[in-house]
T-cell receptor, first 116, second 116 residues
């Protein structure tokens, strides 16, 4: 079974600064997907960024980028130029594709507060 | 188009009552997932449908939990004889397919169930 660990329950960052959220995972699979989801207060979860394990290049989406270290089973999220709207819970998630179900396995989340 | 919708948004039940939670996925999405999110935790997988077929129900915590998607669109999660430990937010997600870029899961706003 896969497990996802987010070791930072809460973090804060000043507006316009950069912050990195940590995620590690445990799997024996070689082919899989990793995701960061954002869950703003009282709003629904949305996808921030995704990474396919077979791709060596780190994914980027505007101010969001990841540092994917496959051998270390590490998948951190960097948010640059933090904005007040980035305040949310951030969940790291793992997916093993293949026959049958391809559910997401989530970490416990990191609560990020952006301070004006 | 419209996103994933869920109803009701809030449900209060007395212990022992039966409840039914509804999910309307994005039109044309083949895959549908149910997750349970306890307070302060990440979502945990309950069950998965591909069209009308329930391909994975390994996450359902007991035989009091039942899900269906009879016409491959709307899904209902039913909980019989509710217990206090069933109190959580129930999230529904849908995706276009299981393949490649189309496996992104889009989440609904959730139903917050409180069992008294």
């Amino acid at each position: 079974a896969q497990t996802v660990t987010q070791s930072q329950p809460e973090m804060s960052v000043q507006e316009a600064e950069t912050v990195t959220l940590s995620c590690t995972y445990d799997t024996s699979e070689n082919n899989y997907y990793l995701f960061w989801y954002k869950q703003p207060p009282s709003r629904q979860m949305i996808l921030v960024i995704r990474q396919e394990a077979y791709k060596q290049q780190n994914a980027t989406e505007n101010r969001f980028s990841v540092n994917f270290q496959k051998a270390a089973k590490s998948f951190s999220l960097k948010i640059s130029d933090s904005q007040l709207g980035d305040t949310a819970m951030y969940f790291c998630a793992f997916m093993k594709p293949g026959a049958g179900s391809y559910q997401l396995t989530f970490g416990k989340g990191t609560k990020l507060s952006v301070i004006p | 188009g419209a996103g994933v919708s869920q109803s009701p948004r809030y449900k209060v039940a007395k212990r022992g009552q039966d409840v039914a939670l509804r999910c309307d996925p994005i039109s044309g999405h083949v895959s549908l997932f149910w997750y349970q999110q306890a307070l302060g935790q990440g979502p945990e997988f309950l069950t998965y449908f591909q069209n009308e077929a329930q391909l994975d129900k390994s996450g359902l915590p007991s035989d009091r939990f039942f899900a269906e998607r009879p016409e491959g669109s709307v899904s209902t999660l039913k909980i019989q004889r509710t217990q206090q430990e069933d109190s959580a937010v129930y999230l529904c997600a849908s995706s276009h397919s299981s393949r490649g870029e189309s496996n992104e899961q889009f989440f609904g706003p959730g139903t917050r169930l409180t069992v008294l």
